[in-house]
């Protein structure tokens, strides 16, 4: 199965990344892309900032492409999550599966970004328009629930 | 024995460090670590004494309370997660 899984500073090029999904055998490609939204409930968000766990970032998508590869028939996986200072509107993270049908791949795709929402060390820290010092988001009770559903 | 600590996000903002070399008088459960860290006082104790909101990974792969700390194990602590 072809995997790219990236963590980087750099943006990336949506169409240019489903490409390498197009592989013999591929009738389906689902894509998720995460942007980051300006409006927050306490402000307009500028930007935001992402750390991560250099060490353990990398395992834990692995990891969480792995589980999904058990679970469905897949022939391609893309997971790309940015770190650093992002400004509104721009690209955070790109998960793109591919599969013979889709229903495989809508599901694989669902499942990689429920599992890395939760799972993956990543963390983010909001710009709100007017405020100097960032603020760390909080993580939502939702985002725990909805691995609920894969078990 | 000799761990590594490791705090991220608000831990390490909170506690002003990213990493502490740590001596335990012999291999423990998490939540032993994260009481004797609780009664350091303060902020640690604010971060610490909150199972709910502290995350733990032992050697880069998540870690639940009753998992066991032995030698040399990089221990990393930080708030729930919030990619995507």
């Given at each position: 199965m072809y995997k790219n899984i990236e963590v980087s500073k750099k943006d990336f090029d949506i169409k240019f990344e489903l490409e390498?999904?197009?592989?013999?055998?591929?009738?389906a490609i689902v894509s998720f892309t995460g942007l980051v939204r300006e409006q927050a409930s306490h402000g307009q968000v500028t930007a935001i900032e992402l750390e991560h766990y250099p060490a353990m970032t990398q395992k834990s998508l692995e990891k969480i492409v792995v589980q999904a590869e058990q679970r469905w028939p897949l022939l391609g996986a893309i997971v790309i999550h940015r770190v650093g200072y992002l400004a509104a509107h721009e690209q955070i993270v790109l998960v793109a599966v591919a599969s013979q049908h889709r229903q495989a791949a809508f599901e694989a795709a669902a499942f990689i970004m429920d599992f890395l929402k939760s799972k993956a060390p990543f963390w983010k820290k909001e710009y709100i328009a007017g405020q100097a010092e960032g603020h760390w988001v909080d993580a939502k009770d939702s985002d725990e629930a909805a691995l609920a559903k894969w078990s | 024995m000799n761990i590594t600590l490791c705090f991220f996000a608000k831990f390490r903002e909170k506690l002003a460090t990213q990493h502490e070399l740590y001596t335990l008088p012999s291999s423990c459960e998490v939540q032993e670590l994260l009481q004797q860290l609780a009664q350091r006082g303060g902020v640690w104790q604010e971060l610490f004494d909150c199972p709910k909101g502290v995350l733990v990974a032992i050697n880069q792969e998540m870690a639940s309370l009753d998992s066991l700390i032995s030698d040399d194990d990089e221990v990393a602590f930080f708030p729930p997660v919030t990619g995507g």
């Open positions: 390498k999904l197009c592989l013999a055998n591929v009738g | -």
